[in-house]
């Protein structure tokens, strides 16, 4: 039977241990599954750190190690699953040992350890469950009990993410503590010092490591591939986008679980999401970076299954016939509109405000604004219906009212879903980009140029 290593915690930061401890668990396990855990059921507040900077940080921290898999589905449903909905979940793919650090057994709580008192199921699971537990070389704390299979390995000590972030936030060295790419990640984004910036900078190296993603049918993009296949790396530190913006949004939905910035140069036709076409070189300079989210998307079919999509644009739906179609609009779980009578709706995020949610009539915004943009498509009714901005957090809802005379269907970033009888959106609290700009290259220059006209230089 495949044996599965269970390892949890905050990862608020996740220290370097954590690579180290998965490199070592692979020596015991088929798989090590790292699983970073949402909010507590008692409702003990871990940090204000919002849950994309955790999984960007987690997905960093453990990139590249085999037989390692990065489980982030508590962070996007906003929870923690108690440890034994996670043994009957895992255990389907195999034999579960569950990771805990020494001090979930030495610790107390009452007269038990903590696994029995503090977790649901606790005490079965103390005598069902398999455990491996990580003692420190240094922690002279004794463990009168054990659970009932347990296998104790001593480990270096390791710094805890409350220390870490007490380093960061009091302007101590912490980089020894975490992963080079996870210390840059932290400064860039200027995590655990107050307020996170979603507009950081970024300097390339002098020699730069790219990875290339173009459609190899585009001659300019195969040409501009040629001239930087040099600097092609197994390693990369950025992903270089050569193409239009339908280019960029299908890079961003395959590569964005590395977690690496993407720079766009444009050999296409429209560019909101890249810079313009040059060869001037980009790297060992300053460039701009916009932290943008993707938008969870599921869709629901006639017969009733549910697929889960994400979009960095927008996603919408339409009608399937040469009618109308009547579509219900929810905003957190409220029918808002009971029936919009329109040839469709669309949810944009910023960034993808300047495509189709800008030709449906709505004013495109900043990439970096908080929100979500709702767009009616040749709306008959209500009449007074307009594009409507809401913050980031929402979740809207548009449902077919009438399937069988008025079928509508779906689409992600333009990808078909076929007809279906609704769609959810909420932005997603794992998965974002980072878009990299030049500083001649500005997007929200781009933008207002565009709605305004360039700015006017008089002669000299």
Same mark, same amino acid.
């Given at each position: 039977?495949?044996?599965?290593?269970?390892?949890?915690? /905050?990862?608020?930061?996740?220290?370097?241990?954590?690579?180290?401890?998965?490199?070592?668990?692979?020596? %015991?396990?088929? =798989?090590?599954?790292?699983?970073? &855990?949402?909010?507590?059921?008692?409702?003990?507040?871990?940090? +204000?750190?919002?849950?994309?900077?955790?999984?960007?940080?987690?997905?960093? /921290?453990?990139?590249?190690?085999? $037989?390692? %898999?990065?489980?982030?589905?508590?962070?996007?449903?906003?929870?923690?699953?108690?440890? *034994?909905?996670?043994?009957?979940?895992? @255990?389907?793919?195999?034999?579960?040992?569950?990771?805990?650090?020494?001090?979930?057994?030495?610790?107390?709580?009452? #007269? +038990?350890?903590?696994?029995?008192?503090?977790?649901?199921?606790?005490?079965?699971?103390?005598?069902?469950?398999?455990?491996?537990?990580?003692?420190?070389?240094?922690?002279?704390?004794?463990?009168? #009990?054990?659970?009932?299979?347990?296998?104790?390995?001593?480990?270096?000590?390791?710094?805890?993410?409350?220390?870490?972030? %007490?380093?960061?936030? =009091?302007?101590?060295?912490?980089?020894?503590?975490?992963?080079?790419?996870?210390?840059?990640?932290?400064?860039?984004? @200027?995590?655990?010092?107050?307020?996170?910036?979603?507009?950081?900078?970024?300097?390339?190296?002098?020699?730069?490591? !790219? $990875?290339?993603?173009?459609?190899?049918?585009?001659?300019?993009?195969?040409?501009?591939? /040629?001239?930087?296949?040099?600097?092609?790396?197994?390693?990369?530190?950025?992903?270089?986008?050569?193409?239009? +913006?339908?280019?960029?949004? $299908?890079?961003?939905?395959?590569?964005?679980?590395?977690?690496?910035?993407?720079? &766009?140069?444009? /050999?296409?036709?429209?560019? !909101?999401?890249?810079?313009? $076409?040059? *060869?001037?070189?980009? *790297?060992?300079?300053?460039?701009?970076?916009?932290?943008?989210?993707?938008?969870?998307?599921?869709?629901? +079919?006639?017969?009733?299954?549910?697929?889960?999509?994400?979009?960095?644009?927008?996603?919408?739906?339409?009608?399937?016939?040469?009618?109308?179609? *009547?579509?219900?609009?929810?905003?957190?779980?409220?029918?808002?509109?009971?029936?919009?009578?329109?040839?469709?709706?669309?949810?944009?995020?910023?960034?993808?405000?300047?495509?189709?949610?800008?030709?449906? @009539?709505?004013?495109?915004?900043? !990439?970096?604004?908080?929100?979500?943009?709702?767009?009616?498509?040749?709306?008959?009714?209500?009449?007074?219906?307009?594009?409507?901005?809401?913050?980031? =957090?929402?979740?809207?809802?548009?449902?077919?009212?009438?399937?069988?005379?008025?079928?509508?269907?779906?689409?992600?970033? @333009?990808?078909?879903?076929?007809?279906?009888?609704?769609?959810?959106?909420?932005?997603?609290?794992?998965?974002?980009?980072?878009?990299?700009?030049?500083?001649?290259?500005?997007?929200? %220059?781009?933008?207002?140029?565009?709605?305004?006209?360039?700015?006017?230089?008089?002669?000299?």
């Amino acid at each position: 039977m495949k044996t599965l290593g269970l390892y949890g915690g /905050t990862y608020d930061p996740p220290g370097i241990h954590r690579r180290v401890h998965a490199k070592m668990l692979t020596e %015991r396990f088929d =798989e090590v599954i790292m699983f970073p &855990g949402g909010p507590r059921p008692r409702g003990e507040i871990l940090n +204000d750190t919002e849950l994309i900077h955790r999984a960007v940080m987690a997905d960093l /921290t453990l990139r590249g190690v085999p $037989r390692v %898999r990065v489980e982030l589905d508590d962070l996007e449903q906003d929870r923690q699953a108690p440890a *034994w909905q996670l043994e009957e979940r895992f @255990g389907r793919e195999g034999q579960v040992t569950h990771v805990i650090p020494a001090d979930m057994v030495s610790q107390k709580y009452g #007269d +038990d350890p903590w696994i029995i008192s503090g977790w649901e199921r606790g005490r079965e699971m103390w005598q069902n469950s398999r455990f491996l537990i990580l003692r420190a070389d240094n922690d002279p704390v004794p463990m009168p #009990d054990l659970p009932a299979n347990v296998e104790v390995v001593t480990v270096p000590p390791w710094e805890t993410a409350a220390q870490i972030r %007490r380093r960061v936030f =009091e302007h101590q060295p912490f980089e020894d503590m975490v992963t080079p790419e996870v210390a840059a990640y932290i400064n860039r984004n @200027g995590l655990f010092r107050g307020v996170p910036r979603t507009e950081s900078h970024l300097r390339v190296s002098p020699n730069p490591r !790219f $990875r290339l993603y173009y459609d190899p049918r585009n001659p300019d993009s195969v040409e501009m591939a /040629t001239l930087l296949e040099p600097f092609i790396s197994d390693d990369p530190e950025m992903i270089v986008v050569l193409g239009g +913006d339908g280019t960029m949004l $299908r890079g961003i939905r395959e590569l964005w679980r590395l977690r690496l910035p993407f720079f &766009g140069i444009n /050999t296409g036709h429209l560019g !909101f999401l890249l810079n313009t $076409r040059s *060869w001037k070189p980009f *790297w060992n300079k300053e460039l701009v970076v916009y932290h943008l989210p993707l938008l969870r998307v599921e869709t629901t +079919d006639l017969e009733g299954r549910v697929r889960e999509g994400l979009a960095f644009n927008d996603c919408w739906v339409e009608r399937a016939t040469g009618q109308t179609a *009547w579509v219900e609009l929810s905003v957190n779980g409220e029918v808002r509109i009971p029936r919009v009578i329109a040839d469709g709706m669309l949810v944009s995020t910023a960034a993808g405000s300047t495509s189709y949610a800008r030709a449906m @009539g709505a004013n495109p915004v900043p !990439f970096n604004n908080p929100v979500v943009l709702v767009v009616g498509s040749n709306v008959l009714a209500p009449l007074a219906l307009r594009p409507v901005t809401l913050p980031l =957090e929402s979740t809207v809802k548009l449902s077919t009212v009438d399937p069988i005379k008025r079928p509508i269907l779906g689409f992600v970033d @333009g990808e078909p879903r076929g007809p279906i009888a609704s769609m959810t959106v909420r932005v997603s609290r794992t998965a974002s980009a980072e878009l990299a700009f030049s500083i001649d290259n500005n997007p929200i %220059r781009k933008l207002l140029d565009s709605l305004l006209g360039p700015t006017a230089i008089p002669n000299a």
